[in-house]
């Protein structure tokens, strides 16, 4: 009996995985999957719709993005290495918020620069998968679990960063003209305030309008992508509300250019 079933099995994806082959194989042939196409409407996209797949295929993409996305979102650097280099847990210093500049003003620059090139590293994986599996719009998607991946994770006991670093890089990733104008307002809110916070917040309630202009002439009618983006966006203004509040009393903590991460950390106790 296990071995019919086994026989069963092998058949059964065998015969799957030789018709994506030949559809792949017959789209390439005519066409159909240019760079181009491969990079809006992913390779199950550009399959799906010439018919050369089923639909439950695509919708099992679809879903596969939706959980890598989380997944990788979930893996938050700020504790894997306040963990494995410090023995030490992130959240429980500082802001307490598991993220780059927590990482910097309490164990150093280098440890917060380790922490952005991770949080990037992630969000940059899982969106390009997302984009050349099912095309650009489920990449926003895929970018947006994993926003809700690095704020919620599963493996940290649905506690985590604040999707700054995560939402640049989707925007990096997608949009690089969107990225360069709300990394040009989070410059500018961050030199002229001096507060992380504020100038994470400001650029975040610009990006989805930003996107929103740049995209309205090759999407005339609603588009997924904003949508996405604008889910993400207000999640960043949610996790910053006790930063809202000490904006508010005067009591938010300013970054110091010029001091070191320890004279930081030693400036806060």
């Not at 799957?16 to 390779?43: F, I, P, Q």
């Not at 927590?102 to 590293?121: E, F, P, Q, V």
């Not at 994993?146 to 939402?167: M, S």
């Not at 507060?195 to 090759?218: F, G, H, Q, W």
Request: with cysteine; glycine share 10%; charged share 15%.
């Amino acid at each position: 009996m296990n071995a019919s079933i086994l026989l069963l099995n092998t058949a059964v994806s065998g015969s799957t995985t030789a018709a994506v082959t030949d559809a792949v194989t017959g789209a390439a042939e005519e066409g159909a999957l240019t760079l181009g196409s491969l990079l809006y409407k992913g390779w199950l996209g550009v399959l799906g719709e010439s018919g050369r797949i089923p639909v439950w295929l695509y919708i099992a993409g679809i879903v596969f993005c939706a959980v890598l996305g989380y997944l990788l979102g979930s893996i938050n650097f700020a504790v894997v290495i306040s963990r494995l280099k410090y023995h030490d847990d992130i959240r429980k210093h500082g802001s307490g918020n598991a993220g780059a500049t927590n990482m910097s003003r309490t164990y150093g620059k280098s440890a917060g620069i380790a922490t952005l090139g991770g949080d990037i590293l992630k969000t940059v994986t899982a969106v390009l998968i997302a984009r050349l599996l099912c095309g650009e719009v489920i990449a926003y998607m895929t970018g947006m679990f994993c926003a809700i991946g690095h704020a919620f994770p599963c493996y940290y006991r649905f506690k985590g960063g604040k999707c700054v670093a995560v939402t640049a890089a989707m925007a990096l990733m997608l949009n690089p003209v969107a990225f360069l104008f709300i990394f040009l307002i989070f410059a500018v809110m961050l030199v002229v305030t001096k507060y992380v916070s504020m100038a994470s917040i400001s650029a975040a309630l610009m990006y989805p309008l930003i996107l929103y202009n740049l995209t309205k002439e090759r999407f005339q009618h609603g588009d997924l992508r904003v949508i996405f983006v604008l889910i993400v966006c207000v999640l960043i203004v949610f996790l910053h509300r006790e930063n809202i509040k000490r904006l508010l009393d005067g009591k938010e903590n300013k970054i110091d250019f010029k001091k070191s991460g320890k004279s930081q950390k030693k400036s806060e106790k």
